[in-house]
């Protein structure tokens, strides 16, 4: 029997909340309709057709059909997963969707809806995998990986995100799977464990010939080894990562600016300037452009060449007009440090503060690059205690 006929069925029942003995009372046994539920029984064409006029629904059967359907369902789910446009396959598959709601295809247009939905609607995303989540038993292979990968993007917390992609892996072991738990050690911290995913993940993209995922693992393990103080593995990472994406120059940028940041970090102002200075010929305008002057103001001022700073100072005041306060105020605290004795202003400590509690509003980066400054001012004012403990933290 197609158990496909099962679950549409038992679907339609549950949804209308019909009992087995309301829906096949007149019609057949319960235990029968169970065993048609459960796709272990192959009734005649006449108690099927009863049952799905008693649901008020018509089966699609026809098999040019169905292969329609699937080869939309396909498109849509092989674009959305390489980051390519869906809107084609949305209006097909929308087009034609009562249809493929009660055929052989009915488990894929719905974990469509998931995903078509979870694009601006997370929680609606979560209660349709709740729905579903009910009829497993009747899901292939490949709708199986589809329903865990969908669980490990809306899940509420990190470890059932994980738990959902661990169990899409032992369904299709791929690099979809290992790209997707790499960022999910990496957001909680865990480099150490987001490279050991980067290296598997990689090396089966190479295999799939799935490039984007390659270039996105690649320039993650970049910055994973950039947390963890390893600039050898950073370069060797980013390296790579360019010559997978030689001419997008946004990402080239994006990997200049982090090598720059990482640096920073380090104390090794110099260095950090080439990179700096090659990001910034590929962002002219915007936010990007702004943290790029930001930062080689900052640095030249570290050094001591202020003359040189000043410019991309003035720059970075200048792109803040159009971008929220807080970088108004990044500009502000840079031009005291320029400009005026920063130690000894309210102003600057007001703002040093500020930003040193923003955690959660702008991420722990936005701190920890804040963190010298702070250490320099409480030393300054004799509080060392104070300024041991950060750096210890």
């Not at 809107?87 to 469509?112: A, G, H």
């Not at 080894?225 to 060797?236: A, D, E, R, T, V």
């Not at 990482?262 to 260095?271: D, F, G, L, N, R």
Request: charged share 30%.
């Amino acid at each position: 029997m197609n158990q496909m006929v099962g679950y549409l069925i038992r679907s339609n029942r549950v949804k209308q909340k019909l009992s087995q003995e309301q829906l096949c009372k007149e019609i057949c046994a319960i235990s029968y309709l169970s065993k048609i539920e459960s796709g272990v029984a192959e009734p005649n064409e006449e108690i099927i057709e009863k049952l799905f006029e008693k649901l008020g629904i018509s089966y699609t059967s026809d098999k040019d059909l169905i292969e329609q359907y699937k080869g939309y369902l396909d498109m849509y789910f092989d674009a959305y997963f390489h980051q390519e446009p869906t809107v084609d396959m949305e209006e097909k598959i929308f087009s034609n969707r009562k249809k493929m709601e009660n055929s052989d295809v009915s488990i894929e247009y719905q974990l469509f809806c998931v995903y078509n939905a979870g694009a601006d609607d997370r929680k609606v995303a979560e209660r349709l995998l709740k729905t579903i989540a009910q009829f497993k038993d009747y899901m292939t292979d490949e709708t199986a990986f589809l329903y865990y990968m969908a669980k490990g993007r809306y899940g509420k917390s990190e470890r059932q995100r994980r738990t959902a992609y661990q169990k899409a892996r032992t369904v299709k072991d791929c690099s979809l799977v290992y790209e997707s738990l790499m960022f999910e050690a990496f957001n909680e911290g865990h480099y150490q464990d987001a490279l050991n995913n980067c290296k598997i993940g990689y090396e089966r993209a190479m295999q799939e010939g799935f490039l984007l995922v390659a270039k996105q693992i690649s320039f993650l393990e970049g910055v994973c080894y950039g947390k963890l103080g390893n600039l050898i593995g950073m370069i060797q990472a980013y390296k790579r990562t360019k010559e997978l994406s030689r001419g997008d120059k946004k990402i080239a940028a994006s990997i200049d600016y982090n090598i720059g940041t990482v640096y920073i970090e380090s104390h090794k102002y110099k260095e950090a300037i080439p990179y700096l200075l090659s990001a910034l010929k590929q962002e002219q305008e915007g936010l990007s452009a702004f943290n790029i002057n930001h930062k080689l103001a900052m640095v030249y001022e570290a050094i001591g060449e202020k003359n040189v700073g000043k410019a991309y100072l003035d720059m970075a005041t200048s792109l803040s007009k159009s971008l929220d306060p807080i970088y108004k105020e990044m500009a502000e605290m840079a031009r005291i440090r320029y400009e005026e004795d920063y130690i000894g202003s309210e102003k600057y400590e007001k703002l040093l503060f500020k930003f040193f509690n923003m955690k959660d509003s702008m991420g722990e980066d936005f701190v920890k690059f804040y963190l010298p400054y702070m250490v320099e001012w409480l030393k300054a004012k004799r509080k060392y205690k104070e300024a041991l403990k950060l750096m210890e933290e």
